[in-house]
DNA sequence: GAAAAGTACTATGTATGGCCAAGTACCATA
DNA sequence: TATGGTACTTGGCCATACATAGTACTTTTC
């Protein structure tokens, strides 16, 4: 048990939370995503992103088209569903909700 | 893949994040952090929190004391050692700082 | 034009933690 | 002594993050 492994189960779902907002915002892909995570310091690794990102696929949350880039192979481009826009409402009630019960313990001073 | 499994992603790590505040708060027992989370709307089962514990008891963030009990079985009484306030302290910065990530993205409408 | 470097994506195995479910043990009351 | 409530324990399941290694394609460099 040692802080930097709680900052990863911290970390857990809410990634998806902010994959799926960032995608929500236009057309993305996996470089751009993780560029845009690790300017907010939200440490993401490829072998996380990538997985994650073929599971919301395979979850009818996300779809890709591909798209030829003159600077390497082709990339994936991602937009949400509207499956996909429906689940980022319900989870960002659930981390609102989150944030507030976590908020009411930790600012009790009893 | 549904929402309700991400919430419970979500819970990860931040579940020990708020025990350990609780118990940081004064003694308590099991029942009295069960009775707190649920009035902060912070859905937790036995099953969950028994095991997690004794989980930071045995890394030696916790310690207990048994206390005789006038309506039942005798009750476990967590206090934090000096290991779980430099703990809890790390969790608090983890804490805010992935709440922070997590709003810049969110609030980046771009 | 072949080798090297870089970009994008894939696949596999491991560890951790939340939860369900069943079970143990103790106490008080009827 | 039988019943119901309280407190805690245990074993197994599942999902996710990550490390690591690997594939495939492109551009650059000599």
């Not at 994936?76 to 908020?103: A, H, I, P, R």
Request: charged content about 25%; proline content about 3%; overall charge positive.
């Amino acid at each position: 048990m040692n802080l930097e492994n709680t900052q990863v189960q911290m970390r857990k779902g809410i990634l998806e939370y902010c994959i799926l907002h960032i995608i929500s915002r236009g057309e993305v892909y996996a470089s751009d995503m993780l560029e845009e995570l690790t300017s907010a310091k939200m440490i993401v690794v490829e072998g996380t992103l990538y997985p994650l990102l073929t599971r919301l696929k395979n979850a009818g949350l996300l779809e890709y088209k591909w798209v030829e880039s003159k600077s390497g192979p082709p990339r994936k481009y991602y937009t949400l569903t509207n499956m996909g826009k429906n689940f980022l409402d319900g989870l960002s009630n659930t981390w609102k909700d989150l944030v507030l019960s976590t908020q009411k313990i930790t600012n009790n001073s009893k």
